[in-house]
């Protein structure tokens, strides 16, 4: 059984209420997964933490999500369904990934004219 991209969202005002819900949430996931003699990769899987500069400055520095006792990685970006979030729900980190990506795409394009002699153009129309 596969659950990729499998996004497990909790929310809460205290940051001591939302670690113990999350983990009591990841414990019934466990349990479940473990019912239908499947496992997480706990390799794989991420904590992020979304909120205000504010409300993530409140954040004690062990807030820790454990899978069966084994804490996981906390992030502060994640792509999820092709899409890079960051802690803040800015669009800085997929409008980086987005644009590196296609900048290398270009200059593999011209690497590949220049390999096989050929000469860009680009047409201009004009009306």
Same mark, same amino acid.
């Given at each position: ?37 499947? &496992? =997480?990769?706990?390799?794989? +899987? @991420?904590?992020?933490? /979304? !909120?205000?500069?504010?409300?993530? #400055? ?11 006792? &084994? =804490?996981?990685?906390?992030? +502060? @970006?994640?792509?999820? /369904? !092709?899409?890079?979030?960051?802690? #803040? ?39």
């Amino acid at each position: 059984m596969y659950a990729d991209d499998t996004t497990l969202t909790s929310s809460a005002e205290d940051p001591y209420v939302l670690e113990h819900k999350t983990n009591y949430d990841m414990n019934l996931i466990h349990s479940w997964l473990t019912a239908k003699k499947s &496992t =997480p990769n706990v390799k794989k +899987t @991420k904590c992020m933490l /979304i !909120g205000s500069g504010f409300k993530l #400055s409140q954040i004690h520095n062990d807030f820790t999500v454990k899978v069966h006792n &084994t =804490p996981l990685d906390r992030v +502060t @970006k994640q792509k999820t /369904i !092709g899409v890079y979030i960051d802690e #803040s729900l800015s669009w800085r980190p997929h409008i980086n990934a987005t644009s590196t990506a296609g900048l290398c795409n270009l200059k593999a394009c011209k690497h590949s004219c220049t390999i096989c002699n050929l000469v860009p153009r680009v047409s201009h129309l004009t009306a």
